[in-house]
T-cell receptor, first 112, second 113 residues
Framework: GIQVEQSPPDLILQEGANSTLRCNFS?????LQWFHQNPWGQLINLFY???GTKQNGRLSATTVATERYSLLYISSSQTTDSGVYFC??????????????FGKGTLLTVNP | NAGVTQTPKFRILKIGQSMTLQCTQD?????MYWYRQDPGMGLKLIYY???????DKGEVPNGYNVSRSTTEDFPLRLELAAPSQTSVYFC????????????FGPGTRLTVT
């Protein structure tokens, strides 16, 4: 099956700093999503981004499907951004019933 | 809209006991999924369903069973619980005809001792 690698595994920032999280995947994807898991365990969908660039407030994401990676940018980080960020992909060109394979995540800690 | 709800939030089981984790969604989503998350790991797919009456195995189905008798509900059954099933279980749903995004419930933390 497809492999999903996220880097860095851990990241510590001071409030106000910017950061870039990376997701590499081993095969072509039909679907790529970024999730934030807050310290209470709730998973929130941030972006559906199989290709191209999207922005939502201080967060933006870019996926270069031909080079098999995606980046999540967090600008002017806040303590509420702390948690684990997951990249999840659906491999192939469809027909897999939208099943997602998750990376191991990046644990982000934003200190005040 | 309550979204995706899961019960119970926490549960401790003894080895060999059985239980059912409940999942309900009120968004009229046809696809539903069960994942487990072990410490320091990403989520792994246990079972999924593409609609009422249709279920299929994911990556780690052993030790679990599911049913889907209605669009709203997708219970996960653990038979003969084992310590290896200690995990956090998440239910998710989606409606790909509208959006590929999956929406997650709050999770059930299960400990088997």
């Amino acid at each position: 099956g497809i492999q999903v690698e996220q880097s860095p595994p851990d990241l510590i920032l001071q409030e106000g700093a910017n950061s870039t999280l990376r997701c590499n995947f081993s095969d072509s994807v039909n679907n790529l999503q970024w999730f934030h898991q807050n310290p209470w365990g709730q998973l929130i969908n941030l972006f559906y981004i199989p290709s191209g660039t999207k922005q939502n407030g201080r967060l933006s994401a870019t996926t270069v499907a031909t080079e098999r990676y995606s980046l999540l940018y967090i600008s002017s980080s806040q303590t509420t951004d702390s948690g684990v960020y997951f990249c999840a992909v659906e491999e192939g060109s469809g027909g897999s019933n939208y099943k997602l394979t998750f990376g191991k995540g990046t644990l982000l800690t934003v200190n005040p | 809209n309550a979204g995706v709800t899961q019960t119970p939030k926490f549960r401790i089981l003894k080895i060999g006991q059985s239980m059912t984790l409940q999942c309900t969604q009120d968004m009229n989503h046809n696809y539903m999924y069960w994942y487990r998350q072990d410490p320091g790991m990403g989520l792994k797919l246990i079972y999924y369903s593409v609609g009422a009456g249709i279920t299929d195995k994911g990556e780690v189905p052993n030790g679990y069973n599911v049913s889907r008798s209605t669009t709203e509900d997708f219970p996960l059954r653990l038979e003969l619980a084992a310590p290896s099933q200690t995990s956090v279980y998440f239910c998710a749903s989606s409606r790909p005809a509208v959006s590929y995004e999956q929406y997650f419930g709050p999770g059930t933390r299960l400990t088997v001792t």
